[in-house]
């Protein structure tokens, strides 16, 4: 009877402290997931790791962005003031490829915490000292050429904005630390270099 009875304490003892291990380890599960401290601070710097960024990148992306405004300003004129198919073909290929780059370059600045270039209104622009920016008299000059005049004034001053983008893409490409900002800026330097390749040509010295 007393064996009988010391064995069924054993296997409660057992039981309880199974039980109680059990219980434990739950409230350090919930403590680790659920509380505040070490583990919840990873997942929120997290972004912060994947957006990894420099000056050079902030730069950049600030700069390209009145830089490309001012491209697609350029392209919206050659609709209606260019006669040569050619240039406005080309006009429109500007314009989509550096409308969704304003857009992608505007969200990194804002991911970033840094503050989006202003739109100047109508042809006042800010930025003259960055490469190949037109200037506020150049674009109204500009603004009021048409027919075959404004083509050759076109392409020369987009040949110029192009080779001020392809050298601020340079500076991103070996400064730059964001990989997705590298990575548009060699598509820059690579198509520009392209469409000034074939401006030089429409121009005749291809």
Known sequence: MTKHRSAIRRSVTVATAAIAALVLAACGSDDSSTGPGENSSPSAS??????????????????????????????????TRASSSEVKSLASEIKKAQDPEIKTLSGWLKAWG???????????HMGH?????????????????????????FLKMMIKH??????????????????PAVSMAETIITSQSGEIDRMNKLLGKG
Request: aromatic share 4%; no cysteine; hydrophobic share 40%.
């Open 46 to 79: 997290a972004p912060a790791k994947k957006g990894d960024h420099n000056a050079a990148d902030v730069a950049f992306a600030k700069g390209m962005i009145p830089h490309h405004r001012q491209a697609v300003e350029m392209a919206d004129l050659a609709e």
């Open 114 to 124: 840094e503050q989006v270039p202003e739109e100047m209104g109508g042809m006042d």
């Open 129 to 153: 000292d960055m490469p190949g920016m037109m200037s506020a008299e150049d674009m109204k000059e500009l603004e009021g050429l048409s027919g075959k005049v404004f083509d050759t004034a």
């Open 162 to 179: 192009h080779e001020g983008a392809v050298s601020m893409a340079e500076s991103e490409k070996s400064d730059g630390s964001y990989g």
